[in-house]
Structure formats: structure tokens, C-alpha cells
């Protein structure tokens, strides 16, 4: 059976929902308190047995490679200073054995675009895409269970949830089918930000997936879709008529980094989890209650 080992990272999107913080930096650079938004999705991968990363990178994208690569002066500045651990942290941001590609998208032209420009990185081999904005938090996490239900039956797959009715149409959403025995839904389309009466249910697809490489020829072939992009949802679909696809529910909590709201949720989620800020954000989160009730 091949193992899946390679993950996609397309980080090329222009992050114009955080401007002016993203006119230099990349949005997935944001950080959710100290560590980057792109860096839990890139532990997520790891921690599911992926040892090779490809990122989609566009223009005006280097900070994302460099906080990837090595930084020996800065590794040398806190060695020198006795800050061993930070040092430690700082040179185990990408694990050994662990390998990172970068490739360029040359224009925005979609989703399904962006994955296309990394089937040189790919070849041939069964690979995971992530979107960095998608940040999920739990266990499982979702691309461990994703690549667990290929082990036991190749196939595209996607990682889904039910989302609200006034969220239908941010979302790609599934025509399902019938539920399996193996605890995957079968996937019978997916339309890409349908209106609400449009949509065939409320289960959207998320942002982590499963790819067979036959997903390239498909993309190859497509003509721009919706936004005149590129749309990955409509490989999927077309897939999906052909009886390949299925969908896993999502068990993990996901918040949406590619909004504000649900950036801020992320921070505050992750800060009240952490023994360390947990006690400090409860006080001041009374502080500004008992202050807004005065």
C-alpha cells in the first residue's frame, strides 16, 4: 500500500481581508499569539506521517520559506545568549527528515491553479492538500484521519462539517450520498458557493483533502469556473460522478483564519488552553465586562 507522504500547501492567496498587515507579510505569517498560522498546519501534516511539504507560493511570498528555512545567525545569537531552548525551538520549526519544496503560482488563478503548480513537486504519489487558513484544533486532527481511511481504502477524500445556513454559500457543498460502512459518506458532487436554495445540504467541504495524482489530468483540463478561477471543487465533482470520492466528518474544532472573527476566536481559544495565559485572559476578559457593565 502507498503511504501518503507529501503534502500541498498553497499559500499564494493575497490575504486582502487583513490588509494593511498583509500588504508585507503573508497572512499565513499571522501569528496565533507566538506561533504562525501556516506552521500549526504544517505540525498537523507532520504529525500524520507527512515528511515532505510543498508550498505554493505567489509574489511577495519569501517571508513564508524563510521562517521554514534555517536562520544559523539567529540560531548562534541564542546559543550565545544561553537561550538553548529558544534555539532548540527556532532550529526544530521543520523536523529532521522532514523536507520542504517551494513552488511559484505565476498569476492568482484559483484553488484548483495552485495545486496544478505543485504535480512536478507531486509526481505520481497519492498527496494531501492543506489550507493553512483552516486551522483546526483537537484530536484527531483531521488529516491523520483523512490519511488512515486512505491506508485502508485509496480514494479522494474530504474533510467535511455542517455549517450554518448563512454560511452555505463560502463554502464548497456536498451532493452526499449514502453513508458507508467504513464511517465515510459517499460523495456524489460538489458545488462550489452555492445560493441556499441551490445547495444540496448544509455539509461543506473543509480545508484539508486527499488526492490520487489522477486529480492533475482532470485539473489540466478544466476551463475557469466560478470567480474565473480554476476551482479544485470542480475536479472534485467531476471525480465524485465517477464514483471516487467520499467525505469523513470533521470531529476536530475548526476555526477560520481567513476572517477576523474567526482569527480572533482561534487566538482566544488557544490562549485559554494554554496554562500559561488561561488565568490572565479569564481576568481580563472579567475586567473588560465588569468595566462595559459599569
Do not use: W
Not at 196 to 225: C, M, N, T, W
Amino acid at each position: 500500500m502507498t503511504q501518503i507522504k507529501k503534502a500541498v500547501f498553497p499559500v499564494a492567496g493575497l490575504g486582502t481581508r487583513f490588509l494593511p498587515a498583509t500588504k508585507a507579510m503573508p497572512k499565513e505569517l499571522l501569528p496565533i499569539i507566538d506561533k504562525p498560522i501556516v506552521q500549526y498546519a504544517v505540525e498537523e501534516a507532520i504529525a500524520a506521517g507527512i515528511t515532505e511539504l510543498v508550498f505554493v507560493t505567489g509574489r511577495n511570498k519569501r517571508a513564508v520559506g524563510d521562517h521554514f528555512d534555517a536562520n544559523l545567525e539567529l540560531e548562534n545569537q541564542l546559543m550565545q545568549g544561553g537561550k538553548t531552548e529558544m534555539r532548540d525551538m527556532v532550529r526544530n520549526i521543520v523536523p529532521e527528515g522532514v523536507s520542504c519544496i517551494f513552488v511559484r503560482q505565476p498569476a492568482p488563478l484559483g484553488l484548483g491553479h495552485a495545486v496544478l503548480c505543485a504535480a512536478p513537486a507531486v509526481g505520481d504519489a497519492p498527496f494531501a492538500v492543506l489550507l493553512a487558513d483552516d486551522f483546526m484544533k483537537g484530536s484527531p486532527l483531521p488529516t491523520e484521519t483523512l490519511i488512515k481511511a486512505y491506508a485502508r481504502k485509496p480514494q479522494t477524500l474530504l474533510s467535511v462539517g455542517e455549517v450554518a445556513p448563512e454560511d452555505v454559500s463560502k463554502f464548497g457543498i456536498l451532493r452526499p450520498g449514502k453513508a458507508q460502512d467504513d464511517g465515510t459518506i459517499a460523495v456524489e458532487g460538489l458545488v462550489e458557493k452555492p445560493k441556499l436554495e441551490d445547495a444540496p445540504s448544509h455539509l461543506a467541504s473543509y480545508g484539508r483533502y486527499v488526492f490520487q495524482p489522477e486529480v492533475f489530468d482532470i485539473l489540466r483540463g478544466l476551463k475557469p469556473g466560478a470567480g474565473g478561477e480554476i476551482q479544485l471543487a470542480d475536479a472534485i465533482d467531476i471525480l465524485a460522478a465517477q464514483g471516487k470520492v467520499s467525505a469523513i466528518v470533521n470531529t476536530a474544532q475548526r476555526f477560520d483564519c481567513g476572517s477576523k472573527r474567526g482569527y480572533l476566536s482561534a487566538i482566544l481559544e488557544v490562549a485559554l488552553s494554554d496554562p500559561h495565559y488561561r488565568d490572565f485572559m479569564l481576568a481580563l476578559i472579567k475586567e473588560k465586562l465588569d468595566t462595559s457593565n459599569t
